[in-house]
């Protein structure tokens, strides 16, 4: 768009201004993380440029653990209550990382049956490195849940993984 708002033909050009990342198709803009740390990203028309947007290139995964109790017992009494929160934080360079992704599944009870992990089978830590997640009762209750936490780098299972966390629902 121009400066009154009105479609133009120009075509975009999108270059990095920092080594932390690299664009690999300048006509998209899509780009790669060379290392961890802020870079800056621009779009130009002819001699027109946008702002930069700043990047944050997150390190190579580390490891996970449990933030906390890994052995937790909660009393609960009908369908539908939530256990303790449980967390599990995960680390980049030795200090917390955010914006990671860590899986999660229950092994017992086997099928999951009478639970359902609160927000669900996938949690992204914060910005302490930490994601929380619950146990809920959906059907009959079982004694106890064992819940995998575990988070991967290109592939590979990182340090920490699988981390195990059991629930008793005396």
Same mark, same amino acid.
């Given at each position: 768009m121009n400066g009154r708002g009105d479609s133009t033909a120009a075509t975009l050009v999108w270059s990095a201004l920092d080594t932390t990342i690299r664009v690999v198709d300048s006509t998209t803009g899509a780009a790669v993380g060379v290392f961890a740390g802020p870079g800056r990203l621009v779009a130009r028309a002819g001699t027109l440029g946008s702002n930069p947007a700043v990047v944050?290139?997150?390190?190579?995964?580390?490891?996970?653990?449990?933030?906390?109790?890994?052995?937790?017992?909660?009393?609960?009494?009908?369908?539908?209550? $939530?256990?303790?929160?449980?967390? *599990?934080?995960?680390?980049?360079? %030795? /200090?917390? !990382?955010?914006?990671? +992704?860590? #899986?999660?599944?229950?092994?017992?009870?086997?099928?999951?049956?009478?639970?359902? $992990?609160?927000?669900?089978?996938? *949690?992204?830590?914060?910005?302490? %490195? /930490?994601? !929380?997640?619950?146990? +809920?009762? #959906?059907?009959?209750?079982?004694?106890s849940a064992t819940i995998t936490a575990s988070a991967t780098y290109r592939g590979a299972a990182v340090p920490g993984s699988p981390h195990y966390v059991v629930v008793f629902l005396p």
């Open positions: 944050n290139v997150l390190g190579t995964l580390d490891s996970i653990a449990a933030f906390g109790r890994t052995v937790d017992t909660v009393t609960v009494s009908k369908p539908d209550s $939530l256990s303790d929160t449980l967390k *599990i934080q995960a680390f980049s360079g %030795g /200090t917390s !990382s955010p914006h990671r +992704r860590i #899986t999660l599944s229950v092994d017992f009870p086997p099928g999951g049956t009478g639970i359902t $992990l609160v927000p669900g089978d996938t *949690i992204v830590t914060g910005p302490q %490195g /930490t994601a !929380s997640f619950q146990v +809920r009762l #959906t059907g009959v209750r079982p004694d």
